[in-house]
């Protein structure tokens, strides 16, 4: 299997919970155990709601994208935030302190277009 899904939400906390429930499906259908899942479940919706609190003011920033790339052993999650501002002392805000204690891999980046991706990596148990 290597499906990869991708959609787009409004800088809006009540599409979190419609984030979730995706992410949840797609962790099941790639045979997570339910640990796994309520880990990226959370992770992403810490992610998510990282990305509203600190994108909604802004009035360029009406929405961000969001891919599922489940493989057999992994599940990466990439959000992409169409602005340019990456915030400052990320590693203090609790969002951030919590996603890193759930996944294997997480990084924030800006890309070659100057936006901000986040990138959520976990692994399977079984294979890592």
Do not use: G, Q
């Not at 991708?6 to 800088?11: A, L, N, R």
């Not at 499906?25 to 990226?40: G, H, L, P």
């Not at 992770?43 to 493989?71: G, L, R």
């Not at 999650?77 to 340019?84: A, C, P, R, T």
Request: aromatic residues 8%; hydrophobic residues 40%.
């Amino acid at each position: 299997m290597n499906d990869s899904i991708k959609m787009s939400f409004p800088v809006n906390p009540a599409y979190v919970s419609s984030i979730r429930l995706t992410v949840t499906s797609i962790a099941n259908r790639t045979n997570f155990d339910i640990d796994e899942i309520e880990d990226i479940k959370t992770a992403v919706s810490e992610a998510c709601i990282y990305v509203i609190k600190n994108s909604s003011a802004k009035a360029d920033c009406n929405n961000f994208e969001i891919a599922f790339h489940p493989t057999p052993d992994e599940i990466t999650v990439e959000i992409l935030v169409l602005e340019s501002a990456i915030p400052k002392d990320i590693d203090n805000d609790i969002s951030i302190v919590m996603i890193k204690a759930l996944v294997d891999e997480f990084t924030i980046t800006k890309t070659e277009t100057a936006h901000m991706l986040i990138k959520l990596l976990k692994h399977h148990k079984k294979y890592w």
